[in-house]
């Protein structure tokens, strides 16, 4: 029962990259105009872990989740190429070009202009906005790519129970301090929430419905509004990011901009890679996409949540992962419609032409 062969671009999505930027600027203003209240949700918190921002992801995830035809994982398991692809560049490649970016820009090029316990403060949050790959929001990017959403779901799980295990280690040995302590119960609970919950939920309906109403009562009623409460909820994910985190960009705005730039060439560089590499090893369009650009976004959940618990909420660190979000969702958005307009240079798979 798979819907992803009948997905076309709507005006709402087409012009998605407008909608973002006018919830940024509104969420800004919000938080300017009412600092008390953003204080407040932020101080909604389990482990670092905001609570209304899980609920808004679930929001986001859901609808999504509901539309994957799970049968496909088991095919996703059998093809090992993406799953190494993606692990190789997260772990082996990823978090050692962000080390190069931010210390060329941070150590080398903007050293005349900022000050350098704030430089480290901006590499260190830096450092770790490239030790975590994305395993929430590719779901989105991969769906609005039209990917092989049963592959992408395998390489999150991966990904994920990997950096349960990696995303420590790493930070320690490339931010070089030994007593640095990355929360795991700040990791474990941003994976339940924001990939785990939606994933159980999702699997229960479907097969819930598609027993009780039957696949045709489910793919034109049940389906026919997901893609739009899908996007509605990123757009609303992004007003309360904002608002909670948009005073230090007003504050810092030339700041902001320095350490916008290595981070996009960061993920420019590693989508290329990864999309690069997937065509030298043949892979398919609906792999290619979302192997390529799980490593180009960020968990940049788990980087602010990290941040702000070693370094405080006014760090220079924790502005970096800041600056992490407001580049994120527009410049994922812009490689999304490069996936889609070059995915002629690669074989489409059998099934999405059936």
Known sequence: MSTQKEYALSFFHKYLTVWVALCILTGIGLGAAFPRAASFLNSLSVAQVNIPVAVLLFGMMYPIMVQIDFSEVVNAVKVPKPVLLTLIINWAIKPFTMFFFAWLFMRLIWVPFIDPTLAGEYFAGMILLGNAPCTA?????????????????????????????????LGNFLLGVGDIEVPFLTILLSVLFYVGVSLVAGYLSQMRLLKTKGAEWYKNVFLRHMNTISIVSLLTTLIFLFMLQGNVILEYPMVVIMIAIPLVIQTLFIFGLGYGTAKLIGLKYEEAAPASMIGASNHFEVAIATAVTIWGLTSGAALSTVVGVLIEVPLMLALVRICLRTRNWFPAMRKAAD
């Open 137 to 169: 929001m590719v779901l989105v990017w991969s769906y609005l790519a039209r990917g092989f959403m049963g592959l992408t779901l395998v390489m999150v799980a991966i990904n994920s129970l990997t950096m349960l295990v990696l995303y420590a280690p």
